[in-house]
């Protein structure tokens, strides 16, 4: 027997399937943070927790540095990787200069000083790229800090563009973000994070 949806039907199961990719996105990047921060504090005795309450904003930085890392040097070890990416994200995001040092001690003892040359200026490039990006949509959010807090949008931008194609209109994007949200691995504002998910919409529909 053939089952016939309705369009609002349709709907539905592609928000609900938009919603939960983009769920399971948002927590593996926290997953991978927690590994990264994790492997590090091996190789070097040094606590992250403090960074972790914003696993997923720096997960989508550093995932995708470290796919880009390990496509193109696959010699280095995940726990080279991690060491290096941790530097780099330490040297964007925490002011704690004592920390930073002691990471770049045992990064020139195990001599990945060129790898983490090479990673701290991706990371940087990707962060500017993206900064850059969510300034062109016209978006009012104050310090540049706050719009950092955004990164965790890098890796689903290629969902988001999949979004634009759907024909989804201002309810569907809404229901969307309180799906997220609901998550819990985000602590940005909806009414901000609503408002850039649309503008990034329309930026990839035009």
């Not at 592609?14 to 990047?29: A, R």
């Not at 949008?153 to 209109?169: A, F, H, K, V």
């Amino acid at each position: 027997m053939k089952i016939i949806i309705t369009e609002n039907q349709n709907k539905l199961l592609i928000n609900e399937e938009i919603s939960s990719n983009i769920g399971n996105m948002l927590k593996n990047l926290t997953k991978f943070t927690t590994k990264v921060f994790s492997e590090t504090k091996e190789q070097t005795g040094l606590d992250f927790g403090f960074m972790l309450s914003w696993g997923t904003t720096l997960g989508g930085l550093m995932m995708p540095v470290s796919q880009f890392i390990q496509d193109k040097h696959p010699e280095f070890t995940t726990a080279n990787i991690s060491l290096v990416i941790t530097g780099a994200i330490a040297t964007y995001y925490s002011s704690n200069k004592k920390i930073l040092r002691d990471l770049l001690d045992v990064i020139k003892e195990k001599g990945l000083i060129d790898l983490f040359n090479e990673v701290l200026s991706i990371t940087g490039n990707l962060k500017e790229t993206f900064l850059k990006f969510v300034e062109s949509l016209n978006i009012t959010m104050g310090r540049m800090s706050n719009m950092m807090a955004y990164t965790f949008l890098i890796p689903i931008l290629p969902t988001l563009y999949n979004m634009s194609q759907e024909g989804l209109d201002t309810s569907d994007i809404n229901q969307i973000v309180k799906r997220l949200i609901s998550y819990g691995v985000i602590t940005t504002s909806s009414v901000l994070l609503k408002q850039l998910i649309t503008k990034i919409i329309k930026r990839f529909r035009s």
